[in-house]
C-alpha cells in the first residue's frame, strides 16, 4: 500500500530539486537516456528515491556532502541493500559528478 504522506513529500521534493538533480533529469526525462522512462522522486516501499527507471529496477541516487557523514552512511547502505533485496540496483553518484 502506497503511504500518502510519503507521496505527498515526493511531491515537494520534485519542486524544490537541488541544482544537481535538475542537471541530470534534464538528461534523463522524456526517455531522453536509452529510450528509458526514468521518474524522479519515486516512492518505493519506505524511501524516496532520487531517480528510478521501474522497466529496468535501477536507481540513481545523487548524494551531496551530508553523505560522509557516518550516521549518513550507515543509512545509506542499509537503504540500499533493502533497495537491493527488492530487485533494484542503486547506482550512487557524488553531486561533483555530475
Known amino acids: 500500500m502506497r503511504n500518502p504522506k510519503k507521496i505527498q513529500f515526493a ?3 520534485r519542486k524544490h530539486q ?4 535538475a542537471k541530470l533529469w534534464h ?3 522524456n526517455r531522453s537516456f536509452g529510450g528509458l522512462k526514468f521518474r524522479r522522486q519515486y516512492v518505493v516501499g519506505p524511501y524516496i528515491t532520487d ?4 522497466e529496468k529496477r535501477l ?12 550516521r549518513h552512511e550507515k543509512y545509506d547502505a ?7 533485496k527488492e530487485g533494484y540496483k542503486v547506482l550512487r553518484f557524488w ?3 555530475v
Open 27 to 29: 538528461y534523463l526525462r
Open 51 to 54: 531517480f528510478c527507471c521501474v
Open 78 to 84: 542499509r537503504r540500499t541493500e533493502s533497495l537491493r
Open 18 to 21: 537541488t541544482d544537481t538533480e
Open 59 to 70: 536507481m540513481i541516487e545523487l548524494d551531496g556532502g551530508q553523505h560522509t557523514e557516518p
Open 95 to 97: 553531486d561533483h559528478e
Open 11 to 13: 511531491r515537494a521534493l
